[in-house]
């Protein structure tokens, strides 16, 4: 007798954008023993909103990437908010095009996605003349809207993801021109406090007096206890122009805890702040 298929624990996950999304794909495999239920917001904020509400349990939120850098607006939310960072996760970003069952290459006039996902697929497209790239709000809607005219002649580049749900066929894989693109995601969660971390990376955010080798003296600490310094990012503080908020990313080294670390730099910064301390995610 065959035994009953396990059923997995349910997860209610907030991401940004709609079924097939990258953050879908990144949940999905970061949950992997969970059964996950994306719950999309438009915009990242309402992504935040959604867990701080209790109407999620947890969110997913790109951070940065390889090609296009830091997402500034979300180390922002981030320092508003009341979450707490408990992991991250990599997803490696393979742009494909995308149209209906039966369709080939030559017969498409548009092509839909995201901005940065066709500055990505340009190259792609220079053997196509005929084909015009189309900006849309989102890879996956995109896809959506293939499924849903019914054109023949038009196409999506979005995840693979979005294919399987949306019953498109794939014409071409990996058609992105830099092969070495990458997003960050970061795993966040209510309720969490400093007794409730576990994990050897950190992520702080501070500010320093606005004197010259303020920052410089923070870092020396961190290398003087031979601190892995992973990341580093500024952002404008509102309404006190020319200071700024940083914000980094370390990985312990094993010799040094957090609590030491922290006392070394805190009587040289303000407003010191732990934003996670969360297991290093593996990088693809």
Known sequence: MTP?????????VSIQGYAGAFHEAAARAHFSEHEVVTVPGHTFAE??????????????MAIEN????????????????????????YL???QNLMALPGVSIGELREVYSHPIALMQVREFFQAWPKIKLVESADTALSALHVRESGDRARGAVAHSLAARLYGLDILAEGIETNKLN??????????????????????????VSHESGSLSRVLMVLDAYKINLTKIQSTPI?????QYRFYIDFELNGTVSVTEALAGIQP????LRILGIYPAGEKP
């Open 4 to 12: 009953p298929p396990l059923t997995l624990p349910q997860l209610r």
């Open 92 to 94: 490696r970003i393979r």
């Open 182 to 207: 990458h997003t960050r995601f970061l795993v966040l969660e209510r309720g969490r406090d400093a007794s409730q971390d576990v994990g050897d990376k950190v992520s702080l955010s501070f500010s």
């Open 47 to 60: 992504v935040l909103a959604q867990v701080e509400s209790g109407e999620s349990q947890t969110a997913l």
């Open 268 to 271: 040289i910064t303000q407003e």
């Open 238 to 242: 509102i309404g006190r122009p020319w």
């Open 66 to 89: 390889t090609l296009a850098g830091s997402l500034m607006a979300n180390y922002d939310l981030l320092q508003r908010s009341n979450l707490r960072i408990t992991a991250e996760a």
